[in-house]
């Protein structure tokens, strides 16, 4: 997949991602690229943004809004209910031994990774743009099924 910056000509700007560069000039000969703000099909590879150096792959880009979340307003049989407080109850066994460092999660498990402070188990909260930041550094991080109260909420 390749990344380019595109843009119509009221100076939109939007990102478009394509097998190759021939898949974007296929698409754009064909008409099917249009701008998401007006519409426009009248589309070009907008000038290269300035590169600002960082460090490892931190490149901003848009993300998609989180996906609904699942809902019922069925009640759930008892099997469903006990299956899913057991699997509570295992989470919580599971970080008896971790600590909770909330929202300092992305910046401290990264830290991990390069060798800055001692290898702990740690949960805490991350937003999905730092989730993603965090798995395409290889920084093995997994997602709870079930949410955690924070300790300080806990009083
Ligand atoms: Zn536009």
């Not at 590879?45 to 490892?56: I, L, T």
């Not at 699942?70 to 600590?99: D, H």
């Not at 920084?139 to 955690?148: E, G, I, T, Y």
């Amino acid at each position: 997949m390749i990344v380019f910056d595109l843009s119509c000509p009221d100076g939109h700007r939007f990102e478009g991602w394509f097998g190759s560069s021939a898949d974007y000039e296929d698409q754009r000969g064909r008409g099917l690229l249009a701008c998401p703000s007006c519409g426009s099909a009248d589309v070009s590879k907008a000038p290269m943004a300035p590169a600002v150096p960082a460090k490892g792959n931190t490149r901003q880009e848009v993300l998609p809004a989180a996906p609904p979340q699942n809902v019922a307003n069925a009640p759930m049989p008892p099997q469903v209910q006990q299956a899913l407080a057991a699997l509570a109850k295992m989470q919580t066994e599971a970080l008896k031994n971790s600590t909770w460092v909330g929202d300092k999660f992305a910046e401290e498990t990264r830290k991990m990774h390069y060798g800055e402070r001692d290898e702990a188990l740690i949960h805490g909260q991350a937003s999905v743009a730092e989730a993603k930041a965090l798995i395409e550094e290889g920084v093995p991080v997994a997602p709870l099924p079930f949410p955690v109260a924070p300790p300080e909420k806990l009083n």
